[in-house]
């Protein structure tokens, strides 16, 4: 069973920026979207950002939409969430996920592969 690793969280200042990473544990995935979703304290999780085995689609939350972006790099089976302006409201554990295609993450908020998750902190 693939499992996915995220990693690169921490706590920081309103403003700052921040690279999450994520990357399989035990095997490597092959052809498959890939996306973040997280939840913060007390909130209902949510989709944030997603992108095709390609890279050549992303899509993204309305809340993150110009401060987020989504990236990947299939010879290192990893993929990159660059957030930059982070506000308080972005404070969550930021989970990564798989699924074969993207539509699955975006749209339907699936996934076939998950990960443990890693915290992120903005503090005002």
């Known amino acids: 069973q693939v499992q996915l690793v995220e990693s690169g969280g921490g706590l920081v200042q309103a403003g700052d920026s921040l690279i999450l990473s994520c990357a399989p544990s035990?095997?490597?995935?092959?052809?498959?979207?890939m996306g973040w979703f997280r939840q913060g304290p007390g909130k209902e999780r949510e989709f944030v950002a997603a992108i095709t085995w390609s890279g050549a689609t992303t899509y993204y939350a309305d809340s993150v939409k110009g401060r987020f972006t989504v990236s990947r790099d299939n010879t290192k089976n990893t993929m990159y969430l660059q957030m930059s302006g982070l506000k308080p409201e972005d404070t969550a554990v930021y989970h990564c996920?798989?699924?074969?295609?993207?539509?699955?993450?975006?749209?339907?908020?699936?996934?076939?592969?998950w990960g443990r998750g890693t915290q992120v902190t903005v503090s005002s």
């Open positions: 035990g095997r490597t995935i092959s052809g498959y979207a």
């Open positions: 996920a798989a699924a074969l295609d993207i539509a699955t993450i975006s749209r339907r908020g699936r996934y076939d592969y």
